[in-house]
């Protein structure tokens, strides 16, 4: 609700910019600009919309906007599932491929150093000629490269499948979250973003689920592939049935329609000479954040298969019910980000899960690391969860799909060496194991390193 008190206005400039955000950061009221009918601006304090019944946030969705929202989630969660059935299976490939895993985390390193030119690429086609076909061309082509890992005879084959699967993977993101949120109404997008940000954890669930029911020998890594080939496709084949985005349909007709590919890129220009300063902005957090998930959770069960000596069941068991703890914890306060506001909830939400890193890497039971890490991604998922909504509302309205994306993806590549130098770090360093032997130094190093990012 608007109060008649006066605020300075929006800062303009870099470090003045900076440090009004770092004062507003600890002022309950939010600084607002309110435009009338006559073109008059004014900044005011407007207290925080009151938390509302979830329930009734849902209500407002139409058929229409729940049906664009769950195909954004759907593709989302299928784009986490082909990354993670290798993360998980790191153990396995090294085996298969006869080398280190520190060298299998390579394609990780690839993936996600590609990722911000399929970002570019089908961001960029996104914005021109909307959000279905290329969210379709990108959901098929991972599928066939899923199968392609799988005929991958040696590792140099795996490494190059792999690089070319993050071109195509980086594409997913942007398009995913502008289908998705762009048809929500304004005060249920920090509840919808929430959601829509699990969809990666959920996918997550569903390879660790993959993992857990084919079993742990060498070879098994070959039917998760195939399982996330086969959702990879679904999901691109549902895409089609719908229709495009009736946002962007919008747009173009007030202002876009018609635009050549060369206008297009000169518009695109221009935006990036105007908002330079937010693209930057949203890369350095893109990448801190990146780093912060990374570090967490992507070596967490080779942590506890080697360092714990957990079998591949326990420690898939336990992967699983982290998960849960992140699908959680990202709809949680991304709801109440709608209320606390996003920055807050995503600095409280980091400082949380610093706080619970002891508990969290000390354990050495299933029991005790489920429970674990089941609270540490609840708060660090929680804060990834108000990552969509942020980014959508910070972007230019013209550019809600390659804005998110680029930037999102182009922290993911500035990050992208996250899970190889935890991996070398630990190889490197051992400590005694629970049988008395030396391990692999997996908890330390992703402790500390979740540390110094989250802090």
């Given amino acids: 609700m608007s109060t008649n008190e006066p605020a300075e206005p929006v800062a303009k400039g870099t470090i003045a910019t900076a440090k009004q955000s770092w004062t507003d950061l600890f002022i309950w009221k939010q600084r607002t600009t309110i435009t009338n009918e006559y073109g008059e601006s004014r900044t005011v304090w407007q207290s925080p919309e009151p938390l509302q019944n979830p329930i009734r946030l849902f209500a407002q969705l139409s058929g229409r906007d729940w049906l664009f929202f769950i195909v954004g989630l759907l593709a989302w969660t299928a ?15 090294a085996a298969y491929y006869k080398t280190s895993n520190t060298n299998i985390t390579t394609a990780i390193t690839l993936t996600l150093l590609l990722r911000s030119v399929g970002a570019a690429i089908f961001g960029l086609l996104g914005d021109r000629f909307g959000r ?16 392609a890992t799988i005929y991958s005879l040696t590792f140099q084959q795996f490494l190059a499948v792999r690089s070319l ?36 954890s959920f996918g997550y669930v569903l390879a660790a689920c993959a993992n857990l029911g084919v079993g742990g020998s060498t070879d098994s890594w070959k039917m998760v592939f195939w399982i996330a080939a086969g959702i990879s496709i679904g999901v ?54 990146n780093y912060y998930s990374h570090t967490s959770q ?36 991304g709801y109440l980000s709608q209320w606390v506001g996003r920055r807050r909830a ?22 005790s690391l489920s429970v674990t890490g089941f609270f540490m991604q609840f ?5 990834w969860g108000v990552i969509p909504i942020h980014l959508n509302e910070l972007s230019p309205p013209a550019f809600r799909s390659s804005f998110p994306g680029l930037t999102y993806q182009l922290g993911n590549m500035i990050s992208s060496p996250s899970a190889q130098i935890v991996n070398a770090i630990a190889e490197s360093h051992k400590i005694r194991g629970p049988a008395g032997k030396p391990v692999s130094s997996y908890g330390p190093t992703m402790g500390i390193a979740t540390a110094i990012i989250a802090i």
């Avoid at 290798?86 to 153990?91: A, D, H, K, M, P």
């Avoid at 084949?237 to 962007?248: G, H, N, V, W």
């Fill in 379 to 383: 708060f660090v998922q929680g804060a």
């Fill in 79 to 93: 784009d986490a599932f082909d990354f993670h059935a290798l993360s998980i299976q790191t153990v396995k490939l």
């Fill in 236 to 289: 691109g084949l549902i895409r089609i049935c719908f229709p495009e985005s009736k946002q962007f349909i919008e747009a173009k007709k007030a202002g876009k329609n018609g635009v050549s590919a060369g206008a297009f890129w000169v518009e695109t220009k221009a935006m990036l000479k105007a908002e330079w300063r937010m693209v930057i902005y949203c890369i350095f957090l893109m990448t801190w954040f």
């Fill in 132 to 147: 279905k076909w290329p969210m379709v061309a990108n959901m098929l082509v991972l599928g066939l490269l899923q199968i």
């Fill in 298 to 333: 992507d070596s967490y069960t080779t942590f506890m298969r080697t360092q714990k000596a957990l079998d591949n069941a326990g420690a898939s068991r336990a992967s699983i019910l982290m998960k849960v703890g992140a699908c959680v914890g990202g709809t949680i306060i």
């Fill in 165 to 200: 699967f993050g071109v195509f993977m980086g594409g997913v993101y942007g398009n995913a979250i502008a289908m998705a949120l762009e048809n929500c109404p304004t005060n249920a997008r920090g509840l919808m973003s929430g959601i829509l940000q699990q969809g990666y």
């Fill in 346 to 367: 995503m600095v409280g939400a980091a400082i949380m899960s610093a706080l619970l890193i002891p508990a969290w890497i000390l354990p050495t039971t299933e029991r």
